[in-house]
Structure formats: structure tokens, C-alpha cells
């Protein structure tokens, strides 16, 4: 319990962003980069810095959060001495990343040759990296601070995580002044974009996604539209071969006019039917109602004065949009956004004539895209000013930074010299002018038609960026973001309104937010008091016989977007309507605030009862505070039969109990490259645990891993077309590979060989005997046998980002949910087949699983029980189908397989009974379960991993050894 407020979430940041964000069948819109880190977590971190240096909270809370600072501050000091050693006159400069890319596993290797490359470059400084896990970078660096122990340069962080630390970062400008450093290379609004009025120069520019206007040719060519212009400032030529002004006004012009009904009809026509709109003439891809606003003009719900406000112009932005929605119809509303029409994927699903985008919409989520499109200019507002909303990343030096001056040296090797090399690690375009060209050429070729459209503009829109931007800071974030997120979605969901007087009441509530988050620490105790005393009405009757209150809390897995707020609000009004005992109440958290929003109540006795959904790493964090389901479900004797009995036992902890039922599921298992098996004449694997293999010299054996291995060896091919087995075949010049591991780590591979865990069960450390001989398994594969990609070939054009799909991989052992985001460019024949069993002949299938967990603090458990119930009973169907995972009820999985493979790649041809089957193979022990100081231990098997990938010739059981022993002393440490 030393760590529960570590988070552990290992970046399979695809499977996370698959999982949370993709509801299992589409890609699904990416949140907003750097979502949700504002200042209305800095409250928490506040508290915990509180916690840390003055011991002013309750006492278990404040001795684990002084404990922690403890631990960090010792660690720290141990890095510094011996950077100290190893450096001898150097002075040191840490360099934090965490709050936006770069924590997830591949990307250490390139970041410490940027620190390899700088600390070759000169011979005064030492750069020491720190890489932390970005779901608890936040808290981490926010207690680092606190505790007098900041790092020196932060990095790569966009302006939300900025300003989540509002007030900690140091001022450019006297560098950039007493140096004459050169900014002729940027553009001066994008230099200005970085300038926080109050604060000062707190970045330059680095990486950056550009806005700006999407079109499909295809249906304007069809409605014989002229194309909206490519340059800013330029007239527009109407369908009346009239030269108008490109504003706001003229797009309207030409949305209603893209605007058609099944009948053909466009939004001006007298029969157009507004109730069967199949195409529509504007959309603003992936934003909220800050985002959109910009379309107006830059602004912020945040007064020069620090009060709660909606500018003129986004007040006229919301009207414009209400209108579009309602009235004149060219924009979706709420129920056409959730509809076919839209399909989760506006611009690429072919129904939006024009859409406003960022450039990383191009870089994720076209890939199935089939039309002709282009790019096009912002329209202009009423005072003639563009603006192309921006999202972009830099490095920040911290006013506490112990080597300022070293810091700036190491910015200056990042955004200077090192400029094309950082941008193209992190993969943004350069906000260097004269890098952009070679980007663009690079980029283009990644981009479906990318050749063919105009990158100029993206290049041009940089100079109109948002400016102050819409992710810039507010007051308590969280709650403004939820408040004026309902704003958004009421007027999406409700004609008739008076807008301009929900407009009102919107100020009005996001200043008593404003006025909250100021509230001196003695209010703040004098209401925790009154909620306790209020919190003591006995269970289930209140003094007014009303219903008692269960508190539902989302984001720490699925939900926290905002396209899931109105189905969740909905299984909130179903339950409630359902029975009269009971008001269930829904809280969202963004999911990069909510593990310390959590930990925070807890802590303050303000615990919510339901919590979910959540997966095996997320409910190992809060290890210890979840209750255990067993006395519920053997007082009722509650029903279990319509769950694989292997998968209710994946959710019982040892030593805690039944920690959940199954709800949402996403087994692994093996995916098989027809084509390849086909070219090779080699059999296809069994489709049924326990069946034999007929190999190729058609001999029955048994499907385990020394049968896949023999396979992966004639399935491995170089150039020259030998395979693996050939006295001749070329090792350094490999184009297909045997059998890779998708997308997962150390523990996650191991399982090939059976369940385990890094810590015994006395919590040492340990590498298991079976988990020992499968990092052998995986050596050899990598060095000798050579029918698994190394570190060399898995950043290669072979594997290409995607082993599977890239269709230079035979056999890939992946999850479920990378059919639901991951195969939409898959271009040949595929099937599972069953894992292949163990030495003991036992087979195992990793699983992800996302279940609701009842906390031990709750106040009404039985009523938090009953809510249990309604989602994984009676509503289990609407609830998996609103996340969008494998429902874990038996009677529910041929109805999902339907729809699904409706959704995927030949999904129609496969066998997802392979899939089912699998469920009832999960690794117990699970691979994401319950470790001591996770992120350091994480970072520390992820180096094991990673050595193994990148240097032959290893001992591998001394570097077990060594493991085992950093383990330890990260375990001990983290008991002390």
C-alpha cells in the first residue's frame, strides 16, 4: 500500500487507446492530445504536495503521500550521486518526460540516444533522463516539485499539460534576449502562440499540428460545387460564379448546399427532409465546445480578471452551431453524430463534405478512407481573422530547476541542431520552416493520396493558431470541463432552447466552479465536515425517505470520453427509472487525471461506492480498497452459470477475494497469415485447444511451442527466399518473420509459457522457472534461430509499426480488441488458431478484462451491489456494446460475433470461436497484476526486455539474476 497512488498503466498505449477510446469496433476519435491534465488537478496535486510538506491532512494519507516523496527524493539523490561519480566536473540536467509523448516503451531507446548524442556533443553538462509512466507523470512530477526536487527541462508537453503546472515554469525570454537567440526560423505567431501574458516566453516551438479545412472532392464535384480556396485571404467563386469573401458566412453557403437528404434534396431545397439527412456540409472532427468556438475566433471561458465568461463570439459560435444542428441543419446533431451518417469517423466515413481537422487526424485515422479529398483555408470571421486551431508540443525549463542554465543548453541541442531528429522521434511536423518540406515529403507517401493533396496549407494554417489557446488553463478543469461539456451536449440533444440564456447559465455555474477552486482551506474543511456529519443518515432511508445516493465513478479505463457521456447518462436514467430505493449518480473523470482524483478521495473519506469500468492494471493500483463480492454472492446465491467458471476465477484475488464478475472481455490468442502458410505449403495451425498439428511432412504432433517453433523457422524468409531452416538463408537481410508478439512487454510475452508474476508469493522478486525459459525462448528466436524480429527489425520496414497487418509476420499471438482498431489496411487472407500449449501441456491465453469493482468505503455497498447487478445482468448487452468489448455472458457472444465481424477485414470468413474458446485459457496470475512500485519496476523488467531485443551475445540467466536483484531492492524500497 506504500505505492497505491503509482499508477501502473504500461504503455501498450495502443491496446490503452483501443480499450478506452475505440469502443471495440471503430477507431475511435482520439482524445484531444494532452486531454484533461489542467489545474483542476492541480488541486489534487496540491493536496498531495500538502501531504508531502506540511503533514496537514489525515494521517494514513499524509504518511503514505510523505512516503512517497521520501522514497523519490532518495531515489533521486541516489541518481545524482552517482551521476556525480560518472561524470566527474560535469553538472547534471534531468530531463522529465511523461506529461505527452514518450513514456511508452518505444520510445526509450531513441530518447537516450538524444541523451547519448548531447552528452557526446560537450563535456560540461550530463543529461540524465527520466521516463515516467504518462497516467502518473502528473502526480509524480507535481509531488517532485512539492518536494524540492524538481527536474531541470520537461518534455515533450502540450498546453494542457502546461498548464496544469501554472506558475512552475521559467521565463524564456531572458535567455532568448541575452543571447540574440534565433527565432528567424519559426514563424513569429507560432513564437507568439508559446507566451503565456502572465508568465512569460514558457516554450519555443517544436512539434505542432496544424487545423484546418478538410474536403471531400468527390461530393462537391457531385453537387457541380467549386472547391473553397487554399490560400488565406483569397476570394471564394460561389455556385453562381460569384468572387465572395471565404468567411463564415460563404461555408455556410456551401454546407447547406452539401447538405442532402435520402432524396436527394440539399438543406436549401422546399422538400428537403431533415429527419433522413444522409450527407451533411460541415463538421467539426473530435473537439469540444472550446474547439469549435475557435471557428470564430480565439478566445476563453477564463476573463483577463480570472471570473467565468463566454466571449461575444463564441456566444455567436454557439448559436451558429445550435442553428446548423436545428435549424438550418447543415451540421449533425447529437443523434445524427452518434448515427451510421457519421459512423465515429465523420470526414472518412464519406458523409461530411467539409470537415475541420488537425494534421494528426492524417497520421492515425484515414487509413479507410475512399475518396478524393483535399485541404483547404479556414473561413474567415465577421472581423475578417481567420483562425486555425493548434495543437502543439515543446520542452519547458522549471523555475525550481536546479541547472537552468544547463537546461537551456540541452533546449537549444532539442530545437536547434537536434530539431529534425526530436520531431521526427515524436512524430510531428517541425515547426522549423526549414524542415517542413522534408517532412511533408515524407509524410505525404504515409498518408492515403497524400501526394495528391496540398500540405501547403497545413504549412500556411500554422500562422493563424488559437492564440490564447483552447486548451489553455481554467480553474478547477475538471468540473468546468464537465459543465460546459453538458452545455455542448445539450445543445446537440435539445431543439427549442433558448440558447443565449443557457449561455447565462453556464457563466453563471463555471464562475461558482471558478469561485470553488479559490476557496481558502478552511472552507474547504468546514464543507468536508458538513459532508460528514450530512454522510452519517442512516442506509438506504434518509430523514425525507428519499432514495439513497450510489455514486458511479468513470476513467480508469472506458467512458471518459466525451462521446460516452450521453450512453452513460442513459444506463444512469434506465437504473434509476428501473426500481425508487436508489438514485444512481454518474461521475466522469478524464482519464489522465482520474487515477489521483480517485486516490484524493479516498484519502479524504469521500470514497464513490461503483467504480468501472476497470481493468487488472487499474484495480491493482488501488490494491487494497476494493470489497470483496464473495458474502454477496453467496448470500443470494447469485447466478453465475452464464460465465466461463475459468474466467470468474481471473477476478479473484488471492488475498482479497472476488474482486469483480466478468463483464468486458478481450482474450488473445494466434493469427495466422493465410497467404504465407499457403505460398510455403505449410499446414495452418489447430483451431481447437487440445487438437493435434498435422506438420508438414504430415505427421500428427502436439500443438505446443516446440510445434510453432518448427513452423516459425519455415515461415522465416529473407530477401533471397530462403527460409530459416537453409544452410543459406541470410540472417541480416530478413522480409517475413515466423511468429511475433504483438504489441506487449515482458510479462505479456512470457505468458507463451504460462501464467505468472514477477513477485512471489511471499512478495520477493522473481522470474518464475517457466517465464526464465521463455526469455531464452524469445533470445534464441531473436539471435539464433532467428524467426523473431530483434529491436533491429521490429523498428524496420518488416514489422512497419504493425507486424501483423504489415503482412511480413506468419504467425502474431494479439488481443481481441486489435481487430477492433487495428486491421483496417490488412490486405491478404488471415484465421486464428489456438495458442500452443506449454511444456506441461497447458495453454494459456492472456486476457484483458474490464469488470466494476464496489469499494470497501463505500457508504450503502448492498446498494452499490444492486447497481453491480443491473449493469452485468438485465443491461450487460447494452453496457458491453456501449464499450464496445467481447461480453463475458455466454448467451451474449454469437449475437456480438455478428455484428463484429460485420465490422472487421473478412471478419465474415474467420473462426471467432477460436476467440470464444480462448476466454477459457486467461492467465491466473494475470500479466498486468498487482506489482510493488509498478512504474520503477516496470521500467526496470521493460530494460530487461529491450536488452534482450538489442545486444546478442548476452548470459541471459546473469541478466536474470541481475533483474531479480534490481527487483528486489525496488520492492524493498518501496516497503520501507
Known amino acids: 500500500m506504500k505505492k497505491r497512488y503509482r499508477l501502473i498503466l504500461s504503455l501498450m498505449a495502443i491496446f490503452m487507446v483501443t480499450v478506452a477510446a475505440c469502443g471495440g469496433t471503430e477507431p475511435a476519435a482520439p482524445a484531444e492530445p494532452d486531454a484533461a491534465v489542467e489545474e483542476a488537478a492541480e488541486e489534487v496535486v496540491e493536496?498531495?504536495?500538502e501531504e508531502v510538506a506540511e503533514e496537514a491532512v489525515e494521517e494514513d494519507a499524509a504518511e503514505e503521500m510523505e512516503e512517497d516523496a521520501a522514497e523519490e527524493e532518495m531515489a533521486e539523490e541516489a541518481v545524482e550521486e552517482?551521476?556525480?561519480?560518472?561524470?566527474?566536473e560535469r553538472t547534471q540536467v534531468r530531463w522529465f518526460v511523461g506529461l505527452g509523448a514518450g513514456s511508452d516503451q518505444p520510445m526509450f531507446e531513441p530518447q537516450e540516444q538524444v541523451v547519448a548524442d548531447f552528452n557526446a556533443s560537450q563535456d560540461e553538462i550530463e543529461l540524465v533522463l527520466e521516463i515516467v509512466d504518462a497516467d502518473q507523470a502528473y502526480t509524480t512530477l507535481a509531488t517532485q516539485i512539492a518536494a524540492g526536487n524538481a527536474p531541470d527541462i520537461v518534455g515533450p508537453v502540450g498546453i494542457r499539460g502546461r498548464d496544469f503546472f501554472r506558475g512552475a515554469w521559467m521565463d524564456l525570454d531572458p535567455y532568448i534576449q541575452g543571447e540574440s537567440y534565433d527565432?528567424?526560423?519559426?514563424?513569429?505567431?507560432?513564437?507568439?502562440?508559446?507566451?503565456?501574458?502572465?508568465?512569460?516566453?514558457?516554450?519555443?516551438?517544436?512539434?505542432i499540428f496544424p487545423s484546418y479545412l478538410s474536403y471531400n472532392i468527390e461530393l462537391f464535384d457531385e453537387a457541380g460545387i467549386p472547391y473553397p480556396p487554399a490560400e488565406y485571404g483569397a476570394p471564394y467563386t460561389n455556385i453562381d460564379g460569384e468572387e465572395v469573401a471565404w468567411d463564415i458566412a460563404a461555408m455556410r453557403d456551401v454546407a447547406l448546399l452539401l447538405t442532402v437528404d435520402a432524396n436527394g434534396n440539399d438543406a436549401t431545397s422546399a422538400d428537403f427532409d431533415a429527419e433522413n439527412i444522409v450527407q451533411f456540409g460541415y463538421y467539426e472532427q473530435w473537439t469540444d465546445f472550446r474547439g469549435a468556438a475557435t471557428l470564430f475566433g480565439a478566445g476563453s471561458l477564463v476573463a483577463d480578471d480570472g471570473t467565468a465568461q463566454v466571449p461575444d463570439h463564441w456566444r455567436d459560435a454557439a448559436n451558429w452551431f445550435y442553428d446548423g444542428m436545428w435549424n438550418d441543419v447543415f451540421y449533425p446533431n447529437g443523434a445524427y453524430d452518434a448515427s451510421d451518417v457519421i459512423a465515429g469517423n465523420g470526414f472518412e466515413a464519406g458523409n461530411v463534405a467539409m470537415s475541420h481537422t488537425h494534421l494528426w487526424y492524417y497520421g492515425c485515422c484515414v487509413g479507410n478512407i475512399g475518396f478524393d479529398y483535399n485541404f483547404a483555408a479556414m473561413p474567415a470571421n465577421a472581423s475578417g481573422q481567420a483562425t486555425a486551431k493548434m495543437h502543439a508540443d515543446t520542452f519547458g525549463i522549471l523555475k525550481d530547476a536546479s541547472n537552468p542554465d544547463g537546461a537551456w543548453e540541452v533546449l537549444k541541442f532539442f530545437l536547434g541542431d537536434n530539431a529534425e531528429t526530436m520531431t521526427t522521434m515524436y512524430g510531428g511536423m517541425p515547426a522549423r520552416l526549414s524542415l517542413q518540406d522534408t517532412y511533408f515529403e515524407t509524410f505525404a507517401g504515409t498518408v492515403p493520396s497524400g501526394d495528391s493533396v496540398d500540405w501547403q496549407v497545413v504549412v500556411d494554417s500554422m500562422g493563424f493558431a488559437d492564440n490564447p489557446n483552447h486548451e489553455a488553463y481554467m480553474p478547477s478543469p475538471q468540473e468546468a470541463n464537465d459543465r460546459y461539456n453538458e452545455f455542448w451536449s445539450k445543445l446537440a440533444q435539445e431543439p427549442g432552447l433558448d440558447v443565449d440564456a443557457e449561455?447565462?447559465?453556464?457563466?453563471?455555474?463555471?464562475?461558482?466552479?471558478?469561485?470553488?477552486a479559490g476557496a481558502p482551506a478552511e472552507d474547504a474543511a468546514a464543507e468536508e465536515a458538513e459532508e460528514e456529519t450530512a454522510e452519517a443518515a442512516p442506509a438506504f432511508v434518509s430523514p425525507t425517505g428519499e432514495p439513497i445516493e450510489v455514486r458511479w465513478f468513470v476513467g480508469l479505463g472506458a467512458g471518459s470520453d466525451q462521446p460516452m457521456f450521453e450512453p452513460q447518462e442513459q444506463v444512469v436514467a434506465d437504473f434509476n427509472a428501473s426500481q425508487d430505493q436508489i438514485e444512481l449518480v454518474l461521475e466522469i473523470v478524464d482519464a489522465d487525471q482520474a487515477y489521483s482524483t480517485l486516490a484524493t478521495q479516498i484519502a479524504a473519506g469521500n470514497a464513490p461506492a461503483i467504480v468501472g469500468p476497470v481493468g487488472i492494471r487499474g484495480r491493482d493500483f488501488f490494491r487494497g480498497a476494493w470489497l470483496d463480492l464473495g458474502p454477496f454472492i453467496e448470500g443470494e446465491n447469485y447466478d453465475l452459470s452464464d460465465f466461463d467458471p475459468n474466467l470468474v476465477q481471473f477476478y479473484v484475488d488471492q488475498a482479497e477475494g472476488q474482486l469483480g464478475l466478468p463483464f468486458a472481455i478481450f482474450p488473445s490468442y494466434l493469427s495466422y497469415n493465410i497467404e504465407l502458410f499457403d505460398e510455403a505449403g505449410i499446414p495452418y495451425p489447430p483451431a481447437e485447444y487440445g487438437a493435434p498439428y498435422t506438420n508438414i511432412d504430415g505427421e500428427?504432433?502436439?500443438?505446443?511451442?516446440?510445434?510453432?517453433?518448427?513452423?516459425?523457422?519455415?515461415?522465416?524468409?529473407?530477401a533471397n527466399g530462403n527460409d530459416a531452416t537453409s544452410a543459406d538463408f541470410d540472417a541480416e537481410n530478413i522480409v517475413q518473420f515466423g511468429y511475433y508478439e504483438q504489441w506487449t512487454d515482458f510479462r505479456g510475452a512470457a505468458t507463451l509459457f504460462g501464467p505468472g508474476s514477477l513477485v512471489a508469493d511471499d512478495g520477493s522478486a522473481q522470474v518464475p522457472d517457466h517465464w526464465v525459459e521463455a526469455a531464452k525462448w524469445f533470445y534464441d528466436g531473436m539471435w539464433n534461430d532467428v524467426f523473431y524480429p530483434n529491436g533491429a527489425y521490429d523498428a524496420s520496414d518488416v514489422i512497419a509499426g504493425n507486424g501483423f497487418e504489415a503482412g511480413n509476420v506468419a504467425m502474431s499471438h494479439t488481443h481481441l480488441w486489435?481487430?477492433?482498431?487495428?486491421?483496417?489496411?490488412?490486405?491478404?487472407?488471415?484465421?486464428?488458431?489456438?495458442?500452443?500449449?506449454?511444456?506441461?501441456?497447458?495453454?494459456?491465453?492472456?486476457?484483458?478484462?474490464?469488470?466494476?469493482?464496489?469499494?470497501?468505503?463505500?457508504?450503502?455497498?448492498?446498494a452499490a451491489w444492486e447497481v453491480l447487478k443491473f449493469f452485468l445482468g438485465d443491461n450487460a448487452e447494452t453496457m458491453t456494446q456501449m464499450y464496445g468489448g467481447m461480453p463475458a455472458r455466454l448467451s451474449l457472444q454469437d449475437t456480438y460475433f455478428e455484428t463484429f465481424a460485420g465490422t472487421v477485414p473478412s471478419g465474415d470468413s474467420v473462426d471467432w470461436q477460436v476467440v470464444v474458446d480462448s476466454m477459457g485459457f486467461a492467465d491466473n496470475p494475470n500479466h498486468e497484476a498487482y506489482m510493488p512500485s509498478p512504474q520503477e519496476a516496470n521500467d526496470r523488467y521493460n530494460e530487461f526486455w529491450a536488452l534482450l531485443a538489442q545486444e546478442p551475445g548476452l548470459d541471459v540467466d546473469a541478466e536474470i539474476e541481475s533483474l531479480v536483484a534490481d527487483l528486489q531492492a525496488i520492492y524493498d524500497a518501496a516497503g520501507e
Not at 552517482?82 to 566527474?88: F, P, Q, V
Not at 447565462?504 to 469561485?515: F, M, N, R, S
Open 183 to 207: 527565432l528567424s526560423d519559426f514563424d513569429p505567431n507560432l513564437v507568439q502562440f508559446y507566451v503565456d501574458q502572465a508568465e512569460g516566453q514558457l516554450g519555443l516551438p517544436f512539434a
Open 503 to 516: 449561455i447565462d447559465t453556464l457563466v453563471a455555474d463555471l464562475q461558482a466552479i471558478y469561485d470553488a
Open 82 to 88: 552517482a551521476a556525480e561519480e560518472a561524470t566527474g
Open 47 to 49: 493536496e498531495a504536495a
Open 818 to 862: 486489435y481487430y477492433g482498431c487495428c486491421v483496417g489496411n490488412i490486405a491478404f487472407d488471415y484465421d486464428f488458431a489456438a495458442m500452443p500449449a506449454n511444456a506441461t501441456g497447458q495453454a494459456t491465453s492472456k486476457m484483458h478484462a474490464d469488470t466494476f469493482g464496489i469499494l470497501k468505503d463505500a457508504e450503502y455497498p448492498e
Open 700 to 718: 500428427e504432433v502436439a500443438w505446443d511451442i516446440a510445434a510453432m517453433r518448427d513452423v516459425a523457422l519455415l515461415l522465416t524468409v529473407d
